[in-house]
């Protein structure tokens, strides 16, 4: 299964659901690894921000919508167009948009599913890489919770209970195929129940919903509309989901089970998922690194390396033990870790993430600057030290990255590095 794009541009406007705000997008193919990409056409320099974990607005305000934010620069309400995308197997795509909010439309994902199909599917020449769930995971609020459990196919269960008389409890539970995603849940739309209405206003949201583009569900059924589904809005939630999983920048091969869940906690599931690693199906060991890197005990200062997204991001792990060759001599009466030490650690997992993309050969990575270092709390002994790489700039000479070093979640040191390529042959 090879990754998917469109064949042509295609336009769609309408009004924000949030905003109120008239908007364009223009949705265009993309290459191989780009994902979704909104750019920014209303602000000078058009800014590009990426569809992906990092990027994702995680503030517990966001409740009605799914946003994210990169360099400042935002675009909300985005999961109809992403559900669009992910349930018809499209893996990359360049949204250009002349405002903050995707157009609502009629509140469903279908007006953007039949505009993707009229712009042609295509089949690139690279494969899918997918995100394989390797164990259960589960977060909840509450009574509310959403999981995900390994599976060889991808499938939304989501169980919607209010205790509402036009609502009570509803099962919707699917295989999401291209074709059962485009009849059975595009055309379900968004809702909220008549009493929520005041309250939505009164946070200044919902200035471009309406009767015809959100299901307002009084006492006796959809306030002048009618359902299109007998379980419409358990559709819905599921739509969501798979909007909101696309936030893994990967299509995912899992069972999604939801109870009550909202875009807040599948945000949660989605950075848990990154978190655990379940995406990651290339993990280095010790030997690993060394046939890599040139460092040697006692000189080497990772333990593993998680390759999160080939060439652009990864994790590096080194678990801190008293018999660390410094402690000897660094303060032996309490001993903690040199921070010069935990940024060469950052800057050999660096090393890893930018020599094992495929770009460079037969090089390897000399440290050339550093900037931006921030020692925020000492690392000691029995702790583990997880330092998360973001390559900011990777050319043909030289890489830019952006290192932080975390303990139990807490940030400890951070820095900004560069690197020039020279030939293996130099160190030999």
Sequence with gaps: MNQQTIQQAVQLSGVGLHSGQSVQVSIKPAPVDNGVRFVRVDIPGRPQ????AQTTVMDSQVTRCTMVEESGVRVSTIEHLLAAAGGLGIDN?????NGQEVPGLDGSSRDFVSALRQAGIIEQDAP???????????VAHGDASVAIIPANFFKVSYTLKYNHPALGEQLFERLVTSEIFANEISPARTFCLEAEVPMIRSRGLGKGANEHNTLVIGEHGPLGNSLRFADECARHKALDIVGDLFLLGRPVRGHVVGVKSGHALNRQLVQKIVEHNAMNENVYDINAIMSILPHRYPFLF??????????????GIKNITINEAYFQGHFPGKPVMPGV??????????GVVVLTSGAHPGKVALFMAIDGVKFRKVVIPGDQLVMEIDILRDREKTAQVKGVGKVNGDIVVEAEMMFSYTDASYLK
């Design 128 to 138: 899918k890489r997918f995100i394989h769930i390797k164990k259960p995971l589960r």
């Design 49 to 52: 921000v990426r569809v992906c």
């Design 93 to 97: 795509l360049t949204v250009e948009i």
């Design 302 to 315: 990772v333990d593993e390396v998680r390759i999160i997204e080939p060439g652009k991001r990864g994790i």
């Design 341 to 350: 030490i935990m940024v060469e650690a950052m800057a050999q997992t660096a």
